[in-house]
């Protein structure tokens, strides 16, 4: 059996909440459902019924965990969910959201995407104090400081909460009577606010989540994005804006705009889909290259494909098929068909490729194994040339914001030039879309700064990283 | 919960084979995950050990299906396999196929992709002399003919049973020693013969494929198509080519070109994916509108997109995006959300279309239903103007061989004008390829036809269609 | 992972039929659920909705089988149901019953216990003349044998079928109109008919089981046995019997009276608990011994043990326990724990058998290694005498009328004396019942034979018996 | 559907310990198997691979949620395992145990038999403090004793916590290098101490249970049991006994003589079956009746049974058989089988009961629901008289101590009098055995008490019962 990964970077988590809809839990299992790219592992919904929190998670995909058996034991008005990616290695139940706690301010739960740059630093000084952790989860120490905080109402004890905390985090939270949303102070993740009509003179419903994708489904209109350094608050009483710390330099994660979200969003209010077609147009402007087809590696490569082959005037062509009904473990033949994992989910179309000087369109090069076996099938499909170029600049810093990045030592960039990832991926040429060509992409006037680009740059906007991070509890549980 | 179908109409199997391979389960296995699209209900794999013949099937997906575990009790170097889709009434594990049974030729399995039109009249008479029947597939009635025949070798019995059958079927046949493909004599479904190079002078592997997609993933080259009327019989003694009936005229579905088959496969001998360009180039010529946009609706839409893009110089956008999460049923809120089956799986990228005249490309219209939602989610997304554009004629008839069709009265093409089921789907313009400019866009020269293409015309190659079938025995297993 | 298996014979069938209620499917997976000893390796049920059977079968346990949905799709007022044992070798879904055809006598579903002994002549027979096999199962058979029977009524055409066959067989089958159940002529195998009450002056339901506890949880009466060489046809029109054959010289299976059958159940007319606790007795007076304790294995000795120490005096304790949660596998330690295999599922009462001479009381010894196991656990618990006494003589020779048994080489008993035995399984002495013992334990009177006790003796009662059997079909399908 | 309970009272869990062996996690697994009776919600264990704790829990039978895989995952050479019962309301994997977390002691996992009645106050306490709580069980709040403990050491911090609570508790917990095992003062829930010798020369394994029988199975020797108010602790450095508390008036709780326990264990070390063959005899000294049969409610009342017959010279008869095929839910007729819940795991043994004057022996009546439907089957078998007896007496109050009873008013003894129960569950007579002579029965000499009957009497040992429990969190994961 191998394990069938293409070579790319993964989201941690998507977010979701609800209020005020008689079908709530149902209402955030679809928002999940349109979410479920930032996260396959696990997922999970906490649901108020008015008096106490019932949370549901298990691990798998959204459409597999809740039944409709499931979303019954989720009464009430509304609810926040969530849906988690992670490494093998801290893969538990127990690691899932949304966290419930009781503690001296109620009954709370909690999701996170996101990461804490100062989580180790916290938890030391927690479990110093007599404190204990039951999970591995940057997001239980969140709990501990709103349990811990002396301030009197839930919102002031969140806003001392959230002021403690270092890093990339957008938050929802749920009570027995309201929801909250917050993010950091730079606006690394994303965090949208809609609004469900209400139906007959009703109140509208309001909900959050990571991308506006979930209120398509759902039938939410986007209202704004919630601001670095705001807590919303919202009740029976109405929604209440509170800036818990002034907003720092923004520091929005770009390649939310390069791969992550998807193309249907709107993420720190601009159009995914728009600026991954600048992406490719402005790559055919720093790249140029003489050559018969463009060619876009399914499913993230398309748009920028079909950018950089408007600019370039080079026809676009699907020479790239993606299979759909591959899972992640397959069985291989011991005789070894070469590039097996990368045939299993695209096939080159040999008619269309044939004789032909080709140009790949991706959106990043992690390890570039993948990249490697993609360019040999494309020549082996009959093509003379194989162009690649990538619609970011070369990944050659980890996150810790949120982003499962493998180890600088794994990143090809941060290991070879860009003339020597060209000969390893076996390309006639490779080039890669400048930083200043991807921020003007995304809608940044030159100069301007909103975006974290540290994967590139390894300039970390948080100055802190905390690099020494404890161990986490190995609790594994199905 | 709903149902998530689309529209389409279905495929209803793909089979494949392997002689000469240590591996010739695993190799069957990822040719059927190669063909999953031609079939997800269930799928089998009978291999010999080379004295008797085992045989694993079940209902569900490939991956699925098949462990490692499973694939250990299927020894031997040759072995056949099918995948299958089915209505819901007959989804029976005892319809599954391969069928595997002893008679006086010996053991033998079949897998069969196609539709007999003859089927009720044969088995009538085979009940009225005394034979019983197990299941409620027309193949059960290959294997008592052969079973029947007075001819002394299996090859002569099979040639003897496949001259008695009328109608649509590429067959694969295992007995402990040989593996057998055969087509109808007018050549209805497609089935490719390839081989898999033998290593340090060992002797090639020989495969056959439904399609092509096949032979990529398990390193085979594709050698010619099995043709109309030919036996093909491959044995440790060599292959030998028997054509038990003369070739009749050919009536190679055209459907499988519009819609069925793989783009990255050859079907009939020429490349699906060009086909559907041209299509689209096509009907861009004959029926070109005035627009800001040609959107595809993914994925099998989107070649015809591109190919009407390039023709009418109209930008390409990929204004509809596929959440490729989407399982078979989902639960649905019971305060409606309008056209929220289509919208589970299809997303208008709203930033795009706002305010645009748009052209949509799909490949067919069968009821009408998804067409509406479709040009309702894109008109609610801003368009100004909706444009339909189908890449093949109006579907007015049934299939009688191999594709499941809704009966007539289901069919919108064949109740309404094209301007009704304009009025019915909501666009401000429909237009449908016509047959003429389907058969060129195939490649074939005006005047010839080697294509049945009864779904658009009602007229039936066979001149014979059995409709008072027998009701099937409604036998139900898991 | 080790099989726990006790070293028991296995049954391989129970069957069921009711007629002329409401909820037919629902009663008979109730009546298989009372039946479950009697076969755990699959269960299915056919149902007739008036106009065609309806029919689901699985691999498994009754109760796991059938759900509330499941038995929905089995609507209509008479079905008949089977579980069913097997050996791993054929433990194919596609052998599980009933089955279920279409022939010119209609549809029928037939569901079998027993074993017929001319059934590779048979098939031989059929195959030549041209008939398909998909199952290895004997009982499919039966229904060429209908099929092709020149007698133009069902019943008519049974008797005719049954007429050519030999062997061991109850059967009920099922049509869209009638309800038929038959028993050979010689009786080996049980099967009962009873009768529900109609409620409010309806019509009463007619009921078949293989042993009256299916009766008693449907809450059905006891009316009489299916009489060998009967076939009874239960319709609207009412209830006929048929004698097909003269009866012979009956042949009950005394394994059933031993060690099959619930010791709640009637068989062959008589209690199955008041005869064990005879053949106890009788063992008693025929083999006494000087002893502490009479101790039964659980479960299956418990009544004879009782009878032991009831005509002996000894007094009865339950001296070793079992833990009924064991399934069929289980992981055991690398560092081998001497016997866990059977210490998994008995645990021996230290306490009680400390310093104690005891009487073992087991039903049979097949293979032996289990009650060498016994036998070493009680002495381990400090034991200091242990007698072992077997309900019923010497196992040694094979079953060929339904009972899986070893190879005549695998059972103890044909190979050593029983003082040999004795030794191997390491007891202090071992003494069997005696068979005129066990026949009067069984009620019947001295010099008269109504049992078939070829496991004893090797005398085979069809006086026939196919040994070259054809290897069957090697279908699994899950 | 309907359940299938009978009228017991539950058991909360059983816990087990392994210190010294190469496959400890292997053998607390076989260790939970054995203790199966105790819990049939979840299970648990927590390993340590020498560095840290690895734990894996889930929802189910021991036997299905640990395969070889998951054991492979807990390596190491000490462990501790837990099974679970609970009520529904509270079924949570987050309430699985062991429960583990990490903390300034360091890594911690325990798992708890036993019910504290201090909890609430501790808890709300602790979140005055600023203390989270994820769980709904009081096993946490000994988490958060430990953590916020003063002392220095993990044995003193422990020990300090110990003192903390009060109620019923038999604890296991484990540590990077040591294991740790406690008992209340009062010596509620038992908990054994054993030995596994160790092979050429190894040093002895040390084990820990809550019944000898788990011992039985992994080859243990019982050496003692944990005394009241004794911590001992087992590691590298030897084994050590601790009093973290001067023990007080000894109350272990009967039930686990008269029912929980199984019968092949000594629980506070006696044997389990002796003192229910006692209650058995006693009962008939207590309440004779004339009689023609006894006959045990199985499995439970088996042995007191055996004790009415030996003492009352009235014989004994398996007049109620057992189906162990029974799960927890079934699907019931729409027409109902009077009594139909109890017949599927009953049936009366018609032969044996008919015209017979009956006297039943059962352990316990809690609701008298199900004892009426025993008598009612025993009748309409043929029964002329039933005569219940109880090995117990009347059970009036709830316990408080870790047994899962239903609240005051449900139980049948404390709202009606003995000849009420008598005449509501249908017997012609009705006795249970005295307090007295239950005490008796258990080895205790008159006028001593070591044991816990409050069930019976009202009266509880704490002095002290927490009435206002906090309402748990609800949380639900799969």
Redesign the interface.
Same mark, same amino acid.
């Given at each position: 059996?191998i394990e069938i990964e293409l070579d790319k970077l993964h989201e941690e988590c998507g977010v979701v909440a609800v209020f005020g809809h008689?079908?709530a839990a !149902? &209402?955030c299992? =679809?928002g999940l %459902?349109?979410l479920? %790219?930032r996260g396959q592992e696990s997922a @999970?919904i906490a649901a108020s019924d008015g008096h106490?929190?019932?949370?549901?998670?298990?691990m798998g =995909?959204?459409? $597999?965990i809740? *039944?409709?058996t499931t979303?019954q034991?989720l009464p009430g008005t509304h609810a926040i969910g969530h849906t988690r990616y992670s490494t093998a290695g801290d893969s538990a =139940?127990?690691n +899932?959201q949304p966290?419930?706690? $009781? /503690?001296?301010k109620g009954?709370i739960a909690i999701a996170h995407n996101g990461n804490l740059v100062n989580a180790a630093e916290l938890r030391k000084k927690f479990? &110093? +104090? @007599?404190?204990?952790?039951?999970t591995s989860s940057d997001t239980e120490i969140v709990? %501990?400081l709103i349990?811990?905080s002396r301030e009197t109402t839930l919102a002031d004890a969140m806003a001392d909460a959230l002021r403690r905390i270092v890093g990339a985090f957008s938050f929802v939270l749920a009570t027995y009577d309201h929801i909250f949303a917050a993010r950091d102070p730079r606006g690394f993740r994303p965090l949208a606010m809609g609004r469900i009509p209400g139906?007959d003179g009703a109140a509208d419903a309001i909900v959050f989540a990571s991308e506006t /994708?979930a209120f $398509? =489904?759902? @039938?939410a209109e986007y209202i704004r994005d919630v601001k670095p350094g705001e807590l919303i608050v919202v009740g029976a009483d109405g929604i209440q804006s509170h800036f818990y710390a002034p907003a720092l330099e923004q520091s929005q994660c770009i390649f939310e705009q390069v791969y992550f979200a998807? #193309?249907?969003s709107?993420v720190f209010g601009g *159009?995914v889909?728009?600026a991954r077609e600048q992406m490719g147009r402005q790559l055919a402007r720093e790249a140029p290259v003489e050559a018969d087809l463009v060619v876009g590696v399914p $499913?993230s490569g398309?748009?920028a494909a079909?950018g950089y082959a *408007?600019e370039s005037g080079i #026809?676009?062509?699907?020479g790239l098929?993606r299979? %759909?009904?591959? @899972?992640r473990t397959?069985?291989e #033949?011991?005789?070894r068909?070469?590039d097996f994992g990368v045939?299993?989910k695209l096939? #080159?179309?040999?008619? &269309?490729l044939k004789g032909k000087r080709v140009i790949l369109i991706d959106d990043s090069i992690v390890r570039g194994t993948t990249s490697q076996k993609i360019v040999r099938l494309v020549r082996d499909a009959g093509a003379t040339e194989v162009h690649m170029r990538i619609s970011c600049p070369p990944t050659t810093s980890p996150c810790y914001y949120g982003v499962d990045t493998p180890e600088r030592r794994h990143l090809i960039a941060a290991q070879k030039t860009v003339d020597e990832v060209r000969e390893f991926i076996g390309a006639d040429s490779l080039s890669y879309l400048s930083l200043e060509g991807l921020r003007l992409s995304c809608g940044e006037p030159k100069g301007e700064s909103h975006y974290c680009t540290s994967c590139y740059t390894g300039h970390y906007p948080t100055g802190y990283v905390d690099l020494h991070q404890?161990?986490p509890?190995?609790?594994? *549980? !199905?």
């Open positions: 059996m008689s079908e !149902k &209402l299992y =679809l %459902h349109a479920q %790219h @999970g106490r929190l019932n949370c549901y998670k298990a =995909l959204v459409a $597999d809740f *039944s409709g979303l034991k =139940l127990l +899932a966290i419930q706690v $009781d /503690c001296n009954q479990e &110093l +104090a @007599g404190s204990i952790f039951q709990l %501990h349990a811990q139906k /994708c $398509d =489904l759902v @039938g998807r #193309p249907d709107l *159009s889909q728009a $499913d398309l748009t079909l *408007s #026809p676009l062509q699907f098929v299979n %759909h009904y591959v @899972g397959f069985i #033949p011991e005789q068909v070469r045939k299993l096939n #080159p179309v040999r008619h &269309l404890v161990r509890v190995e609790v594994v *549980s !199905k």
